[in-house]
T-cell receptor
Framework: KAGVTQTPRYLIKTRGQQVTLSCSPISGHRSVSWYQQTPGQGLQFLFEYFSETQRNKGNFPGRFSGRQFSNSRSEMNVSTLELGDSALYLC?????????????FGPGTRLTVL | GQQVMQIPQYQHVQEGEDFTTYCNSSTTLSNIQWYKQRPGGHPVFLIQLVKSGEVKKQKRLTFQFGEAKKNSSLHITATQTTDVGTYFCAGPWGGDMRFGAGTRLTVKP
């Protein structure tokens, strides 16, 4: 069974631009969660989608948004990029939502904002 | 802030020494999970604990879930250089998965 895939793997953007990251979960998984990982802040929860509905959102500004499609693939968008948005963005898929099931992580997208 | 607290933040050991990381939650958890992230990699699931007082072993790794289901620990016996990485605990909090800040383990050969 194929693992979680994320595209692109690396991105370089400048301040003020916007970016869209994509995540394809493991086949059969309907829950997709997004995390931001920085050296100083660890893994910070962004949001979780289950069956195309956003179940929860972490403490991030409205510039961070996401969606999930009917095939469970998910995208996250960051608008008006700031230097502090530079981070590794990880998505994870699971069978059940809400932290009740094992999360399988993708390799991440490394975003650098200049 | 982190709802799941993890200590220590860093641990440097000599190969062959033991290592323990601790995880504490402000609320009772239905389950706790442990993940390992190698340098340059992504978190990989190690184990899930569900029952109060549960103890599980994976070779040199021993995982415990506290009686009150608010704390957990991961103990590695006789560390090896392959154990290098960051170990995270995680649990359902407020309807989604929240991760501890992680314990970064380095091993000197």
């Amino acid at each position: 069974k194929a693992g979680v895939t994320q595209t692109p793997r690396y991105l370089i953007k400048t301040r003020g631009q916007q970016v869209t990251l994509s995540c394809s979960p493991i086949s059969g998984h309907r829950s997709v969660s997004w995390y931001q990982q920085t050296p100083g802040q660890g893994l910070q929860f962004l949001f979780e989608y289950f069956s195309e509905t956003q179940r929860n959102k972490g403490n991030f500004p409205g510039r961070f948004s996401g969606r999930q499609f009917s095939n469970s693939r998910s995208e996250m968008n960051v608008s008006t990029l700031e230097l502090g948005d530079s981070a590794l963005y990880l998505c994870a898929s699971s069978l059940a939502p809400g932290g009740l099931d094992t999360q399988y992580f993708g390799p991440g997208t490394r975003l650098t904002v200049l | 802030g982190q709802q799941v607290m993890q200590i220590p933040q860093y641990q440097h050991v000599q190969e062959g020494e033991d290592f323990t990381t601790y995880c504490n939650s402000s609320t009772t958890l239905s389950n706790i999970q442990w993940y390992k992230q190698r340098p340059g990699g992504h978190p990989v699931f190690l184990i899930q604990l569900v029952k109060s007082g549960e103890v599980k072993k994976q070779k040199r790794l021993t995982f415990q879930f506290g009686e009150a289901k608010k704390n957990s620990s991961l103990h590695i016996t006789a560390t090896q250089t392959t154990d290098v990485g960051t170990y995270f605990c995680a649990g359902p909090w407020g309807g989604d998965m929240r991760f501890g800040a992680g314990t970064r383990l380095t091993v000197k050969p």
